[in-house]
């Protein structure tokens, strides 16, 4: 008896196109999805030179603008959707995004939610961070605004919705903590992952200090107030880990596979840092969330890098505190921060 085989899964075509950044990360992966209909994962920066690379990356692929039929977005953070308006122009394709990333294309950086600069310096001074701290990063993040054109969603995915690219069925996977909005593609099929920057092969992605709204605020705004961004992000990382996936195209780096193993290394990383945050609250006393971030990470000398360095310390407090390894302290440091320190010290 001869046995009888289902049919093989489509695989998709999917291309990566180098595209160049002005940031410490280095250049960004744009996919091309190959069949009907044509997607676009991601655009790049709205800079001169990564526009000629994504033409040159299409025209390498006998393709243009024009030919794109879809533009899907990973998350809305400028080095990914930065020339997602321009090229929807060129191509007049629809462009696709979480709806929890609406806000954010629609504004510029961090003006996504109204309140959330007030939310910012609130947290900053609540951080321990120095007067200057809050204007200097301000003001370098505006100078990035111009890196991004603003682009309206036409069409917005939520968890579990599918979505056609490539000749292939994808699921829509809700993957918030580096971003709010963050979505990952996956075909059940090939068992591809498109994982923009949840999951990169070569660094360990930052779940970036986040506001939501708590209720009516002073004014006009609503209040914000801090989510949990990492433990947010774990939680979208075991998503990840659960499902079956043969290869992984990521937002930076090389396509790479074996996710569960890169799962594993950065769930150790997050309890080494932990670790290393205690040492530090042990050795030298409670400290500030800002002070920490110095002392971890003090060759950051940009107020960028250092809000980053912060973020990064702010969600292994998280951690730390649902451990009931670190005690905060509201409003007893200088300007009325907070101070944490070691439970064991
Ligand atoms: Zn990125």
């Known amino acids: 008896m001869s046995e009888t085989s289902l049919p093989a899964a489509p695989v998709p075509d999917i291309r990566r196109l180098v595209v160049p950044t002005p940031f410490p990360v280095g250049p960004v992966n744009c996919y091309v999805l190959l069949g009907s209909p044509l997607v676009l994962v991601?655009?790049?920066?709205?800079?001169?030179?990564?526009?000629?690379?994504?033409?040159?990356?299409?025209?390498?692929?006998?393709?243009?603008?024009?030919?794109?039929?879809?533009?899907?977005?990973?998350?809305?953070?400028i080095d990914h959707y930065g020339?997602?308006?321009e090229v929807a122009r060129l191509s007049g394709a629809p462009v696709v995004a979480h709806a929890e990333a609406v806000p954010r294309l629609a504004g510029k950086l961090h003006q996504g939610k109204a309140g959330e600069k007030e939310a910012l310096e609130g947290l900053l001074v609540q951080a321990g961070a120095p007067e200057a701290f809050g204007r200097d990063l301000l003001r370098q993040w505006a100078s990035t605004d111009r890196l991004a054109a603003t682009v309206k969603a036409d069409k917005t995915l939520e968890d579990g919705d599918l979505v056609t690219g490539g000749g292939v069925v994808w699921r829509a996977i809700s993957t918030p903590g580096h971003s709010p909005g963050s979505l990952c593609y996956y075909d059940p099929g090939s068992r591809c992952l498109l994982s923009g920057d949840h999951l990169l092969p070569?660094?360990?992605?930052?779940?970036?200090?986040?506001?939501?709204?708590?209720?009516?605020g002073a004014g006009a705004a609503p209040r914000l107030v801090r989510v949990r961004s990492l433990e947010i992000y774990i939680r979208a990382l075991r998503k990840i880990e659960a499902l079956d996936v043969r290869e992984v195209f990521p937002g930076h780096g090389e396509p790479f596979t074996g996710h569960r193993e890169l799962i594993?290394?950065?769930?150790?990383?997050?309890?080494?840092?932990?670790?290393?945050?205690?040492?530090v609250l042990r050795e030298k006393g409670p400290s500030t969330a800002f002070g920490l971030a110095r002392a971890l990470f003090p060759k950051q000398d940009q107020s960028i890098g250092q809000f980053l360095a912060l973020s990064e310390v702010l969600g292994h407090l998280d951690l730390l505190e649902?451990?009931?390894?670190?005690?905060?302290?509201?409003?007893?440091?200088?300007?009325?921060s907070d101070t944490f320190s070691d439970r064991r010290s």
């Open 264 to 279: 594993a290394r950065r769930m150790r990383h997050y309890e080494r840092r932990k670790d290393a945050i205690a040492k």
């Open 202 to 216: 070569h660094i360990s992605s930052n779940a970036i200090m986040e506001f939501t709204e708590a209720g009516p």
């Open 83 to 85: 020339l997602a308006d």
């Open 322 to 336: 649902t451990d009931g390894r670190v005690e905060c302290r509201h409003g007893e440091g200088d300007r009325r």
């Open 42 to 77: 991601d655009t790049g920066p709205s800079t001169p030179s990564a526009r000629e690379a994504l033409e040159r990356g299409l025209a390498g692929l006998g393709l243009g603008f024009p030919d794109i039929e879809a533009i899907w977005l990973t998350h809305p953070h």
